[in-house]
């Protein structure tokens, strides 16, 4: 799900620098969840000025340090969404195991976006 969130917000490039690994959350550590029933209601859309209500929610979230886990919901699959920040002090806390370099599948860029296609023609990485 972490790849598709990436890829919808991408604008250019695959990313490439990317891990995948699983996080051993405490269960001391609170997690402060996002309801989506309190979101504006065209939060779902791909309107950048609707996307900005969660976005806010992220710089506040960040900026006060209220947490360590953030649960918002996902666009794109109707679950939960967890991102970490690092800037709190129960970050330490968590552990992480099983890093492995991750590469993106070119498979999920759009081909209706020529842009981004040629990107990958010009690395080498035709299919």
């Known amino acids: 799900m972490a790849e598709l969130e990436i890829l919808v917000h991408l604008s250019s490039s695959l990313p490439d620098k ?20 309190y979101l504006p209601e065209n939060w779902a859309t791909l309107n950048p000025r609707e996307q900005l209500a969660t976005r806010r ?17 996902s666009v794109i699959v109707g679950e939960l969404n967890y991102v970490l920040s690092p800037a709190h002090p129960d970050f330490g806390r ?8 991750f590469r ?20 080498g990485k035709q299919q």
């Open 18 to 37: 990317y891990v995948l690994g699983a996080a051993d959350i405490p269960d001391d550590i609170p997690v402060e969840k996002v309801n989506a029933a």
């Open 57 to 73: 929610i992220g710089d506040e979230w960040v900026e006060q340090r209220k947490s360590a886990v953030l649960a918002i919901p």
């Open 94 to 101: 968590i552990s992480f195991a099983g890093l492995v370099p």
């Open 104 to 123: 993106f599948d070119v498979r999920l860029i759009l081909r209706s976006q020529p842009g981004r296609h040629m990107i990958y023609r010009e690395r």
